[in-house]
């Protein structure tokens, strides 16, 4: 029997297509704490109060606030070993496509160039009226003030581009 490695390259040097798809595993070994394990953030923090529409409105300051804290730790987080193995995959098979349940952006950052983000992206922001991007700096900005960040068009409340409980993935 030919050893698994060895199995699992000559599979991938024969293949047009390749997808595959991460979760907050990858993204631990940067120094990204994940939610779900035992010393996970829903452990710590409630995701009630953090992460649905219903919390937001009711208190956007500090949702907003608990984003910008998370965007600070992932942009201070680099890509790891395994994140840049799936971006070099691409020198090896034409087409690959990273799904990924991370908000992290670091397959986008160790140079992946077709990352499908199931769960949103945490470094974007949109107007929840008018859908508009927002600049994260402002946002950041007016949560670190303890003010909620509204819309340059609208005045409508901005929101961190990720999915949050009670909402359908895009």
Not at 75 to 91: F, G, M, S, V, Y
Not at 94 to 102: A, L
Not at 152 to 160: M, Q, S, V, W
Not at 164 to 169: A, I, K, Q, S, T
């Amino acid at each position: 029997m030919p050893d698994f490695s060895d199995t699992l390259v000559d599979r991938l040097a024969a293949a047009d297509h390749v997808s595959v798809l991460t979760g907050a595993g990858i993204s631990a070994e940067s120094g990204v704490p994940t939610f779900r394990d035992e010393d996970g953030l829903w452990e710590k923090f409630d995701p009630q109060e953090l992460a649905n529409v219903e919390a937001f409105l009711d208190n956007p300051e500090l949702v907003q606030g608990w984003y910008r804290h998370r965007r600070q730790v992932v942009e201070e987080a680099e890509p790891n070993a395994a994140h840049r193995a799936l971006a070099d995959l691409e020198a090896l098979v034409p087409d690959v496509t990273v799904i990924t349940q991370n908000v992290d952006d670091l397959h986008n950052r160790a140079g992946s160039t077709t990352v499908i983000e199931l769960h949103g992206n945490i470094t974007n922001n949109y107007c929840m009226d008018c859908e508009q991007p927002a600049e994260t700096k402002a946002v950041d900005t007016a949560a670190q003030e303890g003010e909620p960040a509204r819309c340059k068009a609208c005045d409508g409340l901005i929101r961190p581009d990720v999915v949050w409980f009670g909402e359908r993935l895009p």
